[in-house]
C-alpha cells in the first residue's frame, strides 16, 4: 500500500495531477540517478587509454578576430 501522504507530497513537489503520474516521474528521477552513479565507477578508471594531445592535433585550428572591444553603431 502507497503512503497517501507521500503521494501528495510528490505530486505537489513534481508538479503532476495524477498521483500516478506522480509515481512515474519519482521512478524516472530515481532510475536517472542511479544511471548517473553508476558512471562515476569509470572515472579514473583507465577505461580510455590514449594521448589526448595526439587526438586533438588533427583538429582544425580555428582563430578569432581580434576586437578592441568597442561596439561601433552602424
Given at each position: 500500500?502507497?503512503?497517501?501522504?507521500?503521494?501528495?507530497?510528490?505530486?505537489?513537489?513534481?508538479g503532476?495531477?495524477?498521483?500516478s503520474?506522480?509515481?512515474?516521474k519519482?521512478?524516472?528521477?530515481?532510475?536517472?540517478?542511479?544511471?548517473?552513479?553508476?558512471?562515476?565507477?569509470?572515472?579514473?578508471?583507465?577505461?580510455?587509454?590514449g594521448?589526448?594531445?595526439?587526438?586533438?592535433?588533427?583538429r582544425p585550428?580555428?582563430?578569432?578576430?581580434?576586437?578592441?572591444?568597442?561596439?561601433?553603431?552602424?
Amino acid at each position: 500500500m502507497l503512503d497517501e501522504r507521500l503521494l501528495e507530497e510528490a505530486v505537489r513537489l513534481l508538479g503532476t495531477k495524477t498521483y500516478s503520474e506522480a509515481v512515474n516521474k519519482a521512478l524516472q528521477e530515481a532510475i536517472n540517478v542511479q544511471k548517473r552513479r553508476g558512471l562515476v565507477q569509470f572515472y579514473g578508471s583507465g577505461l580510455w587509454e590514449g594521448d589526448l594531445s595526439e587526438m586533438r592535433r588533427d583538429r582544425p585550428i580555428t582563430r578569432r578576430r581580434a576586437t578592441s572591444g568597442k561596439r561601433v553603431r552602424k
